[in-house]
Structure formats: C-alpha cells, structure tokens
C-alpha cells in the first residue's frame, strides 16, 4: 500500500486524459495525495504524432512526449507508477489489483477517489495467425517502436493495413513514404466509412493514385508465416485468396480499455466504454472517467456515444479531474469533430452524417458543391469539397465535412462552432467571415454552401 | 434616356457590391431591366489582390478579373455601361445626372429603383504638393496600372507609404519584393492603429526586421518636386524633415464615395457613408445603398459603423439587390472580422477592441497568449499571438485579435461566429475544434485562450 490517507486520488491511465485529470486535481486541490498508473512504460506522449515516427518525420522517440515524468512529480506533486497496470478493481474496499512489471506478485493500492482514464485498445479480430511476429497493432509508443523497430531490422517491401479508417490511412502515408507498398484491407463499403461517400471516394481515389491498393468489403481470415512465405487470406464476395506481405497493420478500430472491469458493477455502455454523467461521474459516486474509454454526450444526437478523439480526452479528463478533487464542472458533450492530415489532404467532419440523420427521424437535405481555398489571383489555391447535413425543419446545420488540399481544420472549427450554437444555415450563410485573397475568398465556402442550403430549403417550401 | 419602362433598376457601381446586387436582383426577377454604371474602365475585379499585381505575384491586370463584361450582359442580362461616373440625383424626378468619359454633356438616367454601391474613395490629405506626378491612390484596377507604369518607367528606389493600415502595409510587402526601400509615415501612435498594441507591434517589428523604416506620430505637410530631388517634408514632436523619395503612396484611409449626394436628401452617417435600415434601404424608400459606401450595423455595439470589406460588400449588396428587385430580405449586420497576410504574418480581428469596450462601458478584461500554430512534434509550427476581449458581466466574447505564420485566418472565423452566436468564454473553452497534429494542438489555441479567461473570471469573482 502506498499511502493510508483519507484524500487519496488514483489515477489509471498515464496519458492525455489521465494527466489532465491528475494536473487538473492538482491545481484545485494542493492536499490531495494523486498517484497516476500507467500500465506502459511512458506516459504523456501524442498519440496522434505516432505515425510520424514510423515515417520518420519525427526523427526520434523522445520527440513524442509532451512532458517528462519530472515534470508531474516535482512541479505538480503527482506520483507517476509506470509500469502499472490495473487488473482488477474492489469497489466496496476502494482497492485496485495492481499488477507492476517488475513484481511477481500484484499489489495492492487504495483510494478514496478512483478516475479512470484507460483509453481505448484495439480491436483484435479473431483469425488464426493473428499473433504472428509480424502483426502490429498501433496504439501506443511501445507499438510505434516495436512497428519502427521491425521495420529496421527487417525492410519489409508489402504491408497489408488492416482497416481503412484514420488510423490505418495514416500509417499507409508512412508506409508510403518509406517505400513499402500497402494494400488495405476494409471490411466495409469503402475507406474512411462513417465520412460521406463522395468524401471518402477523394480520399480513395487520391490513394490509388499513390499507388495504394485498396479492397472494399473484403475481411482477412487468416495470417500465415508457415510456408516460409509470409501471407494473408483475405476473402471478399468472389471468394477467398492470398495476398504476399511482409507485414500485418492492425488497425481494426477501437474500443474502450476496460476488460479490468469485467467483474465490477461500474456499468458499461457502447463500444465498451464507463457510463459517465455530465461531471465525468461513473455508477459509483467516487469513481470518475475520462477520455477514450468513457462515454461521452454526443451535443447533436443528444445520446450517449463513444468519441475518443485527443481533443475530448483532455476536456473530460480535466473536467473529471476538477471533480473528482471537489470541483462542480459540467461537461455538455461534444459535436464529434475530426480532422486529419492524409496523403497531402485534410479531411475533416463535425456532426452528424446523412445516414445518421435519417436514422435519427429528420428530413434532412443533403448539399455538396466544391470551392477554391483561396482567391483564384493568388497562386497555390486547393480545391476543397464541402458536404452539408441540414435539418428541413429547423434549418439548423447537423453536420458538415470537407476534404481538400488546405484550409480544411479551421474551417470544420467554424462548423462546429455553428453547430453548438445551434446556428441555422440562414445564420451561417450571413456569418462574417475573414477574406484576403491569399486566405480565403470572399464568400467563404463555409457561408457559400450554405447559401446553396437556403436556396434549397426555400425553393422547397414554396 | 437609356430606357423608359416602369421596372428600372439602376446600380451605381461596377464592382463587387453593385454586381452582386445586379445579379441577385436578375435572379430575383427575370423581367427587370438592369443597369450597372461604373465610373472607371473595368468592373468586377478584386481589389483585395492589386497588391499583388505591384509585387509581381499576379502577373497580368487580367488575372485580376472574377467576371467579364460580357457574362453579366449575356449571361445575366445586365447593361453594362463603364465610363459613366454619376455626378448628380434628381431624386424628386428620380433621373441621375452622368457624366459619360466619351460624351462632351452629361446625359440624363432614369431610374424606378435605385442601387448605390459607389464603394470608397481614399481620404486626400490637403498639403502642398499632394497633386504631384510621383503621388499615388490604390483603390481600383486604374491606380495599380498607374502606379505599375510609373515603376515600370521610372525604376523607382525610395517609396514613402502615407499610413501605416493594411493597404499601406500590403503596399510596403509589394515595395519590399520589388526593391523599393520603404518608409512608412503613420499619424497615429503606431500602424495597425486599430489593433491592440501588442498585435500590432509583432507586424511592426516584422516591417524593421524586413528592412522598412516606420515613423509613427509623424504626419506629412508637403511633397516637394520643384527643386529637382523629390522629397516629402514629414513632422513629429521634434520638428520637420525631409525624406527623399522617388514615390509617394497615399494609404491616409477609405470614406465612402458619396460627395454626388451633396445636394440631395439621402441621409448620410459615419465616414460619408449612406444611412441604410437592416433591408439596405436609405432614407428614400426607393433607393437602396449596399457595400464601403453603406452603413452598416455593428453587431457587437449594436450601433450604425463604416466596415467596408469584400465580405460585407457582397453580403450587403446581394440584400440590396434581392430586396430593390422586390424581395424582403435582412442582413443582420457585421462582426467586423478582418484578416491580411502581410511580410508572411497573418493578422485577423474580429469584434471590437479593449479601447471600444472601455468606451462602450463593459467591464472587461483582455486577456493576451502566444500559441503554437500545430503540434511541436510535427515541423513547421508558427508561433501566433492571440489576444481576447471578455465582458466581465456577462463572460461573452467582444473581440479576438491574432497574428501568427498560420492558421490564423479561419481560426479568427470560429471567434467571429462565437461573437454572433453570443458564446461565452466558458462555452468557447469547450468547444469542440479539430485537432491533428499537423493543424492545430489538442487544445487549439483558440480554447486555450478562453481557458484563460475562464480562470480569470473565476478567480475575479471569487
């Protein structure tokens, strides 16, 4: 046991969401013993950046980290655990099993106040030949190195990326840019599935054409390494065949870490995430959640959802950590906005999309048109392409997303803004937009597409 | 007399304001016989890209054009007539006066409806000298072709810029490329007068760093051209000078171009410019006025302001032309959102400033950070500076103000639609904006500083 004291305040998780947490305890309440447990061996590291080390963008390892441990023990006075990682939990005797890298046994480790803030795991298919040495998942910096590592030593030329959401299309850059030749492999309709279809088509069309081969509704049913010839089975509707690689990518989705829960009464909701309600408060009342493996209150829907993005593990973790020290803050929930930079393009969304729309019960309308990023005088514009999700009803925006060569983050931004304004198109057609030539034009495209709304919801109600 | 039906709109102004209204009115209604009158040689061009054409950047006067003459005429069924500089309304007749450049007399246009987009006109300093050949305006295609001859000929090596705002500024970015050392003679107590002193003092030691001289406090009471060498005598709180010089721009700022209503009834407001209602509408129910020589409301003061920007040109020009044409359209009014890219900064305002709030009677604070552009781990980050204008009270956003290497344009868009959607800095702190690591940080700065001023307000309060 670490420590007897009545305001003890643990930790799981030593990343984005588990640091904000613990930061955020801190600065509200200076007593608090705070002791953060990291399973991993590193803490406070950009998850995101990751595939920038694989492509060697970002040259080394140590680049990744935001701060050091240093840091949160001397300045901030929190304990960090590495190597630490949670089995079980006792919710009645407040005691976590601990299983610590260098033990034989578990420990134990008390609390008071329990925030947990264990992030998502990847979802590992069931095939044979799945735990093959040369099938990676890629979560955190252990996997980028064990990734970066393989590749060093093995110079791997074929790569088969398992699953084409934003994961696996950022190491496909990577791949691309150090030479290996990928094929990806998605079980779904096409890449980048929960964007639009004509949006996710760029995406398609542009990695082809960077010589990415790409199989739609196609599942893997096995990873061979036998034969002394490294290979997958991938079957689709024609039928099942092999496919020479020298290396698996799993990056097969994400769900929430929270196996170690499995024999609590913390209840659960989707993708395996801990129910939380607007304070971060789990089903127990001295147990907090943030981050990837919580729930989260999606504004648009108004539903409970699973959204772990960067931006909403900090806000959760900082808002659970506020609370959980004493604090009264409420978090609203968040409009599921998501940017990526792939293959020289961004590609953003913020809302709901036309499927979910019309699952939700609106009659919606549905706008795309395409627009220059900037005025046409001044060299270097991007074409960008911009989809609307509008409510016929109300006439308020429910989502929106874009691709394009530039402009495309901050432009979600004024989207999502609108979005939690609960903005009309009317309203945003008439927002007051910056223009210079080598910025924007003068009609935005964000108020252009939305004046082609109103006209399409006005020559509907005639 | 051109035409004499009853349906006879009339647009004085053949550039973005005056064609947007031409347009909307031709979309509006098919049977309306539209004319568009313009003072100058050429209609429809972008006069936030002449700069561009003095560097160089654009290379050719055409490049500046969005639309031809010939679209509108054929396309739209607009009459185009340049050369036509309106000199008089006879608003009880409703027939316009026109002086036509090929015409010895000026002839007589009627009008049913009327449209006055006439745009700005640069304030002329009245001193000695101001007529000379080597001094020059920059408001239309006209002046950049005059003063592009005059360096093309006169291999000019010294420049003095009259005022020290953005179009002064863009102008000593197109000196600087081309060679021409520049000093910048500002009246005020810096350039960028309007911004806070800490933004506008980064573009300023921008400027010496490239090598421009700046004298602020300075104004200038002659041009000298008699004796041989070209000076301009300048003075400050120490005395006069002269400044030799081969080139003379005068930037002294934009009043609306409406002196032609001198003898009329039309009411006029701020800057010369003409007193319009949220229709558009003047103080004459059939005469409408949109664009640089229009009122316009002022969201954040609630009050009638001069903001003459492209983006409120086309806006207040589409209204105008839908509601002359018999529609029934509002505009809301302007935020008063402003971005320039000048020597490689980016620097956006939106809102109003902490002088305007004091003299408005908020409680505010002002709150001011530097940001990272994007994530450290990914190269290329820029520094931006951000500084925010917070009502105590009511904790909602007045003014936000950025300059930075990027990213600063679209991001001054999620304050501007913040401000019209009345959010708080609470609700801006949480907002959920688009985070890779090659556009933004977790938190963008655009949380990050409303964090700040959350904090603030706490700690005020408390």
Known sequence: MYNNL???????????????????????????N??????????????????????????????????????????????????HRVVGIDTSKKELLVNVSQDRENRIIEYDKLIISSGGTTIIPDIPGIDSLNVFQFRNVEDAENLKN????????????IGGGAIGMLLVEA????????TVVERKERIYNEFEYEISTILSRKAEMDGVDILTKTSITSVNTDSGQNTVTIEDAGGKKDLECDLVLLATGVSANTGFLADTSIELGINGTIKVDNKLQSSHMNIYASGDCATIKNIVTGKQDHIPTANNAVK??????????????????????????????EIASTGIGSKEAVSLGYDAIKLIDGFSSHAGSVPG??????????????????????????????????????????????????????????????????????????????????
């Open 6 to 32: 009545y305001n003890n305040l643990v930790v799981i998780g030593g990343n984005t969401s588990g640091l904000a947490a613990a930061s955020q305890a801190r600065r509200i309440n200076p007593d608090l």
């Open 34 to 83: 705070i002791t953060v447990l990291e399973s991993g061996k590193y803490i406070s590291y950009g998850s995101c950046s990751l595939p920038y080390f694989i492509s060697g963008y970002v040259k080394k390892v140590d680049d990744l980290f935001t701060y050091p441990k240093d840091f949160f023990e001397q300045k901030r006075n929190i304990k960090i655990l590495t190597g």
């Open 150 to 161: 393989f590749i060093d030593s093995n110079n791997p030329k074929k790569a088969v990326v």
């Open 175 to 182: 791949f691309n840019k150090i030479g290996i030749k990928t």
């Open 316 to 345: 959760t973790g900082r808002i659970a950590g506020e609370n959980a020290a004493g604090g009264n803050k409420v978090f609203n929930g968040s409009v599921r906005t998501v940017v990526d930079k792939v293959l020289d393009l």
């Open 381 to 462: 514009a991007k074409k960008i392409a911009i989809i609307i999700i509008v409510d016929t009803a109300s006439r308020k925006l429910l989502g929106a997303q874009m691709i394009g060569g530039e402009g495309v983050g901050k432009r979600i931004d004024v989207f999502a803004t609108a979005i939690t304004g609960e903005m009309t198109v009317d309203d945003i057609y008439m927002l007051d937009l910056s223009y210079a030539p080598a910025i924007s034009t003068v009609w935005d495209p964000v108020n252009k597409i939305c004046g082609k709304a109103v006209l399409a919801l006005d020559s509907k109600n005639v």
